[in-house]
């Protein structure tokens, strides 16, 4: 027979309220450690092999700064941030607002980066395989803008659910777990494109 | 458990050609001296710190005419953890400044003058060996000249790979070092004796790694310069008198050999494969793994899966006829 | 100040006659619930330690005598292949998070893990990994006569893993299969990490939390500044492989040496990651046994998390031959060395902790003595290869495979098997048999010392590791001989501890709660748990809230 009962230690009253921080966002910080230390060994072949290239095109040759992405990249943040605490304050009209503006902004950074691509693939002639540089050029700013897809595509359902009326006050704590990983997305372009187009040029 | 210090005393009095603790050479003399340091060190430790367990654990072993009483619960001493934190450190910058002292003792000093250069390529499954100075190909086999400590001559190895990562050790020498493509690394020998010093590539290199032996020859200087002329010269090619090597010569000369094997003045100079010039001066075929006969030389040739599965140089689907005369004529080249 | 306790009696209603349960299969496939998980991990790890060890005693037979010819190259490199993929990441890692998700929720008085669904997504897909390694002696094809399995040893150095060194797809299955086994792995360390901040229970400060999960807590932290490195190479990999990019293409001006870097960025702390949890097995069961508490809890607790950073600078140690330079190799035998001072701490905390006790020697206890003479030696020859040019011999020689595998074995199968003996109660209700359980330990104990203890000479001999036999001449036969000997007594011993957790499944003595007299909470619910752990959340004052009850006179609560 199994024995049901058991003797738990319980104290009456405890002084000090007793709280933890909320799972979700836990969870994320350590989701972005993990990806971080991804990024940083892509970061680190790169600038590893910077000058190493024994033929083909050189950064200087072909890359130029990608001002106008890295602005509507980076003003992405500030939307993401302003939808959130929209939502905190119960305002549901401006988080929709805010998150559309987020999603618009995130995807027209995508936009100029496959526009960026194609110039150096049609016309420059760089490839994953031309050299080095091709290499670590592509697979570090590729595996940034899939982050950012995957970023898109949490964003475009939250705002679907904004639209839908279905984001409520309660969500904030999610909504801000999601523009945690936004940021992180944002912070990771920050270091590319000081290393690649700064640093590496 | 301190069964492990006897068995490290039984090994550096074990007869083993590759024994590390039978040092024959500086490098490999001075990692001697440091590991004995370190041994006698961390030996000291187990006695202590395992005597103190043993005793601990026969000392306050729960015995049935005992109490019930729990014994008295000790949470921590700042003396005791304290001092037990400052001894392991001052043990640790004893050993690591000795260690740093042995690694620039080796690694970090210059190229010594007058050395015997010779450029090692690793191969899957085989070792290359140049001499630049002297204008010598060869492989397999390394004849180097003994150093005497008073004028010293120690050979300098300047070592790449052609294929994947290999690794360089012969335990009696020195230390291993690796052989990796697009990185060039170098170390350096010295033996004073005479000898034959054996020893294997000791990085995974794929299907025949294991069989990729090293054969060091440390020769006298005058049997070394004897060596030398002889590898100099270009393969023998006049055969009167032996017209079955005449005749293995041709077929050679025909056959898809020339592509990979170097015969030196002659059509052949591929450089997939060992250099041939002098193959009847080596001890051993196959990387050390075979002994250098015609018997074995010919089964080589006709299969060399049969010998060392997986090895790169295919079954060349030569008929019987072929097969002794190529052996004829390749025995011919001292 | 005694705490306070409350009878806590199960009131869940036996369930209404209404449709039929649902089968057993289909609940452990469809649970989320921690303690279901943890035992498919455990299940499924100990599948694959008896595939692993199979896979060592074939080579070792082929190594018994020299120039043998039991096993052709190709397979026997596919076995060391196999062998050390599957035991790190199909034996190691889920054993070692199964124990971790099955406890540390018990530990903390929490009712599951933060993410359940999460949870159960990381087992299925670690599951699915280790199948899709074996899957490929089937379905891969790989060089000339070799085909099938992975054959480039378990960390798969570049060049050798380009496409033209390593045709077909067996790399590629090793690829992705530790892939899918680093991303389960990530997502149960985030977990764990999760589970330990968020949800511990009333009055469990920091300061208060058993050293289990603390360890856990470093080891889950460790994961994922390690496992991530070698996402990140293997993705290179598969690009170099199949996109024909060059990171690892030495033709192309790339690296033989980067991918060193990265695995080994990887390798390290990983074994840190694997002995970690030891470590918290023996934290757990030595004061038990030795009926005294943990002797200096904070230096146990800052020892560990400075193993957990120090661990992330000592990689290079593995590349000592590899001509870094006297500067970097100096730097590394510096971290490493360093290491040793709290790996030391610890040690001598056990020691004091046995120090003045009363030892009793029951089946964990003793696999935890076992350990702790084990792990000093394995620390011993740890500081003899940090020694570089020490390391230029003893280093990718057999005296390294005897090094880590009395850290594997004689250390951390060892504490595992302790955790087995000790916690089976908790998880089953029914003790396991002491008798099977001695000669479980006097078996296995002959049989490691046989074949570790002894495999050191070979590489002080020349021998180097990944060769699948050896010339006669060179004095290593009798010693490679008398290894396999060791490995037939471990089996042995391997195999007697199955029968035991089978065994005792069914006929072993009523365990109750508290078969060890113990002091922390996963002691003070049922045996086995209900499935919400806790009928009511618990509140501690001390990090022995069990010795509090058991001891109201003298609390730990009035010395902390």
């Known amino acids: 027979m199994m024995n049901t009962s058991s003797t738990i230690p319980v104290e009456g009253a405890i002084e000090a309220p007793w709280t933890l921080p909320y799972r979700g966002t836990v969870g994320m910080a350590c989701l972005i450690v993990a990806e971080a230390a991804i990024f940083i060994i892509f970061v680190v072949a790169y600038i590893f092999y910077i000058g190493k290239s024994i033929s083909g095109p050189t950064p200087a040759q072909v890359l130029e700064l990608p001002i106008f992405g890295t602005i509507c990249l980076l003003s992405s943040s500030i939307t993401v941030h302003f939808a959130s605490s929209a939502l905190r304050k119960n305002n549901l009209h401006g988080c929709t607002a805010f998150l559309a503006g987020t999603v618009l902004l995130g995807a027209i950074f995508l936009a100029t980066t496959a526009r960026e691509w194609y110039h150096l693939i049609y016309e420059k002639g760089l490839t994953i395989q031309t050299n080095l540089f091709g290499t670590t050029y592509y697979s570090l700013v590729g595996l940034h803008a899939t982050h950012v897809v995957v970023g898109l595509i949490l964003l475009s359902t939250t705002l679907a659910f904004s639209l839908t009326g279905h984001l409520k006050e309660e969500h904030e704590k999610k909504l801000e777990v999601l523009s945690l990983y936004w940021h992180f997305v944002d912070a990771v372009w920050v270091v590319v494109f000081l290393v690649v187009y700064v640093l590496g040029r | 458990m301190a069964f492990l210090a006897p068995l490290f005393a039984v090994t550096a009095l074990a007869q083993s050609p590759t024994n590390i603790f039978a040092p024959a050479a500086t490098p490999a003399h001075s990692i001697f001296g440091l590991s004995m340091l ?27 005419s005992d109490s019930d009483h729990e014994p008295a619960q000790i949470y921590g001493s700042n003396q005791i953890e304290l001092s037990w934190t400052v001894i392991p450190i001052l043990i640790v910058v004893m050993l690591f400044l000795t260690t740093t002292r042995v690694i620039l003792r080796t690694e970090a000093i210059p190229k010594p003058d007058n050395t015997m250069d010779v450029t090692v390529i690793g191969h899957q499954f085989w070792w290359e060996y140049r001499y630049p100075k002297l204008g010598i190909v060869t492989a397999n086999e390394l004849h180097i000249p003994t150093s005497d400590k008073a004028n010293p001559k120690p050979t300098y190895l300047t070592m790449s790979s052609a294929d994947v990562s290999h690794s360089f050790w012969v335990p009696r020498l020195a230390g291993k070092m690796d052989v990796i493509p697009n990185r060039v690394n170098t170390m350096w ?38 060596w030398a ?16 090597a005449a005749a293995g010569q041709t077929v050679f000369m025909h056959n898809a050999c020339i592509n990979c094997h170097t015969v030196k003045g002659t059509v052949a100079t591929g450089r997939f494969g060992p250099d041939l010039t002098h193959l009847a001066s080596r001890d051993t075929i196959a990387a050390g ?46 | 100040m005694a705490t306070p306790v409350l009878e806590a009696i199960d009131q869940t209603q036996a369930p209404p006659q209404g449709p039929p349960r649902p089968n057993v299969i289909y609940t452990w496939l469809t649970t989320v619930d921690h303690k279901k998980i943890g035992l498919m991990y455990i299940a499924y790890a100990l599948v694959f330690l008896l595939v692993g060890g199979v896979e060592a005693i074939l080579m070792r037979i082929q190594l018994a005598v020299p120039n043998n010819h039991f096993i052709s190259p190709q397979v026997f490199n596919q076995l060391f292949t196999m062998h050390g ?13 199964g124990f971790g998700n099955y406890l540390v929720p018990l530990m903390i008085g929490a009712r599951d893990m933060a993410f359940p669904r999460l949870n159960a997504f990381s087992f299925w897909v670690s599951a699915f990994a280790g199948l899709l390694l074996y899957f490929s002696y089937f379905g891969a094809s790989g060089l000339y006569a070799a085909g099938s399995a992975p054959d480039v040893g378990w960390f798969a150095y570049a060049p050798l893993t380009a496409k033209v060194f390593s045709p077909g797809h067996s790399t590629d299955y090793w690829t992705l299969a530790v892939f899918l086994s680093g991303v389960g792995s990530i997502g149960t360390a985030l977990n764990i990490v999760t589970t330990i901040l968020c949800m511990r229970c009333k009055g469990m400060k920091m300061s208060r939390m058993p050293l289990l999960p603390w360890l856990y807590l470093v080891m889950a932290s460790l994961v994922f500044v390690a496992v991530s490195p070698l996402t990140a190479a293997q993705i290179m990999l598969t690009l170099d492989r199949y996109i024909g990019s060059h990171f690892f293409d030495t033709q192309a001006g790339g690296s033989a040496v980067l991918w060193m870097h990265f695995f080994w960025i990887f ?85 004091a902790t046995i120090w003045g006790g009363k030892i009793i020697f029951a089946t964990p206890m003793i696999f935890c003595v076992a350990f702790l003479f084990q792990f000093l030696i394995a620390g011993l020859t740890g500081i003899m290869l940090s020694a570089a040019p020490f390391d230029w011999q003893l ?31 908790k998880v089953t209700g029914k003790m396991m048999s002491e008798t099977l359980g001695k000669w479980h330990f006097w078996l296995f104990l002959i049989g490691f010392h046989l074949t570790f203890d002894f495999m050191h000479v070979p590489g002080l001999l020349g021998m180097p590791r990944r060769i699948y036999t050896y010339e006669a001449g060179r004095g290593w036969g009798g010693w490679n001989f008398i290894v396999g000997v060791g490995a037939i007594f471990q089996a042995a011993g391997l195999l007697i501890f199955c029968y035991n957790l089978v065994r005792s499944y069914y006929r072993g003595k009523e365990a109750g709660h508290d078969p060890w007299d113990a002091w922390t909470l996963e002691w003070a619910v049922p045996s086995p748990p209900p499935v919400y752990n806790f009928a009511i959340e618990p509140t501690v004052n001390s990090r022995r809230p069990l010795w509090d009850l058991k001891h109201p006179e003298d609390p730990d609560s009035d010395y902390e």
């Open chain 2, 189 to 226: 020998i010295d033996p004073p004796d005479v000898g034959l010093y054996l020893g294997q590539c000791a990085q995974y290199c794929g299907t025949q790694h294991a069989k990729m032996l090293l054969r060091v020859y440390a020769q006298s200087p005058e049997d070394f310069a004897a």
């Open chain 2, 289 to 334: 793994a075979v002994q250098n006969n015609p018997e074995n030389l010919r089964r080589w040739i006709d299969d060399p899966n049969t010998m060392k599965p997986g090895s790169l140089m295919p079954a060349m689907h030569l008929n019987d006829h072929d097969l002794d005369l190529i052996t004829a004529y390749l025995t011919q080249l001292h």
């Open chain 3, 267 to 351: 390798g390290h702390p990983e074994v840190y990651v694997l002995v970690l949890p030891a470590f918290a097995f023996v934290n757990e069961i030595v004061p038990v046994f030795s009926r005294k508490a943990m002797f200096g809890y904070p230096a146990m607790v800052a020892a560990s998390v400075s193993i957990g950073f120090i661990s992330l600078s000592v990689w290079a140690h593995h590349m000592f031959t590899v001509g870094l330079g006297a500067a970097g190799n100096t730097f590394f035998v510096f971290a490493t060395m360093v290491i040793s001072v709290p790996t030391g701490i610890k040690i001598f905390n056990w020691l």
């Open chain 2, 229 to 244: 002329s002889q590898q100099q010269k270009p393969a023998q090619q006049d055969f009167t008198g032996n017209p079955t």
């Open chain 3, 85 to 97: 993929t599957t035991m790190v990441f199909f034996v190691g890692m889920p054993i070692l998070f």
């Open chain 2, 38 to 64: 370190v041994l006698s060190v961390t030996f000291g430790i187990f006695l202590v710190v395992g005597g103190l367990l043993l005793y601990a654990l026969i000392r306050y072993r729960h015995r049935p």
């Open chain 3, 395 to 425: 280093g990718n020689s057999y005296f390294v495979v005897a090094h880590f595998h009395y850290v594997l074995v004689g250390s951390i199968l060892f504490a595992l098997f302790g955790a087995f003996y000790y916690w089976y109660p």
